[in-house]
């Protein structure tokens, strides 16, 4: 396998640089870093002092904010963007991949304007002028802890399994295993509409709910978020596994979630706006929310865990009254 180059100079971006510094088989990593102040300060101190601060990155790592220089010689690329920019990004790369490329989507959201998956956005960007292997990774897997080298288990998913056994083979590391999957539509469903139900958790949490509530939240969540994924032809096994249950678990109930810190502060009462701007990162899962209630109108699907959470977002509904329109819905069989 040639260069492994990394888009994104994010937290997780910069923990898989890190994660993959690591791994069995000796490994070039290149890290594109959109900007260049932020590139010079990680190249300069070796550690992303913005996104991830007191994690050191290894000398190996080539910190750039030339796509050219970071894309040399690549084998694959890993994309780890917000997917509000993520179109942006691979059209700027395009140009300089090279035929047989593998590129690696580790973004956990979906377009807000086209409500496209990544791999689909990756695919409507390189085709036909390139046909690359195109793979997703996903799974619960918070960066700081993949960083610090705690035990992390995520999928890497694709519809060419020979691509999936060599990354997961690559990118094997000490606590950092790869379980291989098929259904690329379900991962990346998965990735995604978890981040809107940790925004749902985070305002349980907010409006002062205990555990209850947070455990009926996250089982009824599972069910939305496997209901409209079938109904778009993902399988169901997928989110009884890591990118499903594991993911949503994860984000539901961790303090390192992004989508959850959104969903508290919601639920104190502090507007979105005033939230968002004290934010350094994407959370996913404001601009998702949307796009999964737009994608489930085309299914004639329910999404009522999400329809609240997008009513909160949009301001029209507070967290409690929320929580009621749920709880007031028909009885019904489970």
């Not at 913005?50 to 894309?71: M, N, R």
Request: glycine residues 8%; neutral net charge; contains cysteine.
């Amino acid at each position: 396998m040639k260069r492994i180059a990394i888009l994104g100079g994010g937290s997780w971006g910069t923990a898989l640089a890190i994660v993959l510094s690591r791994t069995h088989k000796p490994q070039q990593i290149s890290l594109w870093v959109r900007d260049a102040s932020l590139a010079e300060s990680i190249r300069r101190d070796r550690q992303n002092k913005l996104y991830l601060p007191d994690h050191k990155l290894p000398e190996s790592v080539q910190v750039t904010h030339d796509v050219a220089a970071c894309l040399e010689n690549a084998g694959v690329v890993i994309g780890a963007i917000p997917s509000a920019h993520a179109r942006d990004v691979y059209r700027r790369v395009l140009p300089h991949l090279v035929r047989g490329v593998a590129i690696l989507s580790a973004t956990k959201g979906i377009e807000p304007a086209t409500h496209a998956r990544m791999s689909e956005v990756i695919v409507e960007v390189v085709s036909p002028e390139f046909a690359p292997r195109i793979a997703v990774l996903s799974g619960p897997s918070f960066a700081r802890e993949a960083a610090a080298s705690q035990p992390t288990a995520v999928v890497v998913a694709s519809s060419d399994l020979a691509l999936a056994n060599q990354l997961q083979e690559e990118f094997a590391a000490p606590n950092f295993r790869l379980y291989t999957n098929d259904d690329v539509l379900g991962v990346e469903l998965a990735g995604a509409m978890k981040n809107v139900m940790a925004i749902a958790a985070g305002v349980c949490q907010g409006i002062g709910l205990g555990s209850n509530p947070l455990a009926a939240l996250i089982t009824r969540g599972l069910a939305e978020m496997t209901r409209l994924a079938v109904a778009l032809g993902a399988r169901q096994e997928t989110f009884s596994g890591l990118a499903g249950l594991g993911d949503l678990v994860l984000t539901c109930t961790g303090s390192l979630s992004r989508n959850r810190h959104v969903g508290v502060e919601l639920g104190k009462g502090r507007s979105l706006a005033e939230i968002l701007e004290g934010m350094k990162m994407v959370a996913e899962g404001v601009g998702t929310a949307g796009a999964l209630l737009a994608l489930a109108r085309e299914s004639a699907i329910e999404l009522p865990i999400t329809e609240q959470v997008a009513a909160i977002l949009d301001g029209g509904r507070s967290p409690r009254e929320a929580i009621r329109s749920i709880m007031e819905r028909p009885l019904k069989r489970e």
